[in-house]
């Protein structure tokens, strides 16, 4: 096990932090991945991927060639997961946390990039990317053989900025996320249609590669973009606004075979303490619960799954990653820290110059 200091000055190679899985309340253990950064913004930062066990202690970090942001467990093989570069980045790696190893490394296709979201088929044979046609300006799903990564198919994901999917219980229909902004690499992070943005939540068949159902909100500038499904197929999103910062709108939607999306339920002043962001969704199944994590309003919020109804909030400075493990819900935020939601008491802080990035994927080690 490398102590701290030799942790700093790794940064060239995978970095073990811990050899032997651990094990979690009785159960077999899991790791929890995530992109990060450390060192000052700019020049001098070096971004990673990481995974950890749920008593904070980092396994291991692998350098990435920039910033990285979601990621997906790989069904079939344990401690392997895909880091997604984060928009507008063009590298999608599978990364071997158990030795630290990148066994795949990808870039997009010309005249493409990775919006830092994807997910494997239920037996793990395939790869869908959310990638971003920037030359045709339109999103695209992008069906991958996992065994090289190589382009299978493409589908039209059904809208403009496509971000966050997954994969529906019938494991035959994809849900995505599509922002309704469009964006382009000669002005990486800039929101190019603001005024006639039009974000969608889609459904997408994955044995004809055709959108089957869109669903659409009358405010056209609240885009869609993170969202997790319950066992039993109900959709929970996160928006995040680009209107006038004076505006106090509802920031998550839910939908569960109804003929429209439907707004969760707080009052004025729970949706104003957000300030207009959200970043990850997170379902607790046993719980009945949902965790949606709002970095700009240094909160978690808790909603009732059956009902769509506020339940409370639990502060955490620039909160960002959720992944349940071990049907418990655990955080991240771009302090260095790791909370256990159910327990908010305990919280964890490891290695305090490292950030953790907007998204969080657990993996069977």
């Not at 997906?72 to 630290?100: C, N, Q, W």
């Not at 045709?136 to 403009?160: K, L, T």
């Not at 400075?317 to 955080?331: E, P, T, Y």
């Not at 256990?340 to 953790?356: A, E, K, P, Y």
């Amino acid at each position: 096990m490398l102590n701290r200091r030799q942790f700093l000055l790794g940064a060239s190679g995978a970095v073990a932090l811990a050899s032997l899985p651990l094990v979690f309340n009785g159960q077999s253990q899991q790791w929890l991945v995530s992109a990060f950064s450390k060192g000052q913004k700019g020049n001098g930062q070096q971004h990673f991927a990481g995974a950890f066990d749920q008593n904070g202690q980092l396994i291991n970090a692998v350098p990435l060639p920039a910033r990285g942001h979601g990621s997906a467990a790989h069904p079939t093989k344990p401690g392997h997961a895909i880091m997604f570069a984060r928009r507008p980045g063009t590298f999608l790696l599978e990364v071997d946390f158990s030795s630290g190893a990148i066994t795949q490394h990808i870039t997009a296709s010309q005249g493409h990039h990775f919006f830092g979201h994807g997910v494997f088929s239920q037996d793990g044979k395939q790869l869908f990317s959310i990638e971003n046609n920037f030359e045709q300006g339109r999103g695209e799903v992008v069906v991958r053989d996992s065994n090289n990564y190589q382009i299978i198919d493409r589908y039209d994901c059904g809208g403009v900025g496509p971000h966050e999917c997954r994969l529906m219980p019938d494991g035959n229909t994809l849900v995505i996320a599509n922002g309704g902004i469009k964006t382009h690499p000669n002005w990486p992070r800039k929101k190019l249609n603001v005024d006639t943005m039009s974000p969608a939540l889609t459904y997408l068949d994955l044995s004809s590669g055709q959108v089957i159902d869109e669903f659409k909100l009358d405010n056209y500038q609240l885009s869609i973009r993170h969202l997790d499904v319950s066992a039993q197929g109900k959709v929970v999103a996160g928006l995040q606004y680009q209107g006038p910062k004076s505006d106090n709108v509802p920031l998550a939607i839910s939908h569960h075979g109804q003929a429209q999306l439907s707004f969760l339920k707080a009052d004025d002043v729970v949706w104003r303490s957000l300030n207009q962001y959200t970043a990850s969704v997170c379902i607790d199944n046993e719980q009945q619960q949902v965790a949606i994590s709002c970095p700009r309003g240094d909160l978690i919020t808790l909603w009732d799954l059956n009902s769509d109804q506020f339940i409370r909030t639990i502060k955490m400075r620039d909160v960002a990653g959720l992944s349940l493990a071990n049907q418990q819900v655990i955080a991240t935020n771009g302090k260095g820290q790791v909370l256990n939601v159910r327990d908010s008491q305990r919280q964890f802080t490891h290695l305090n110059d490292i950030r953790w990035d907007n998204h969080l994927t657990t993996i069977q080690s």
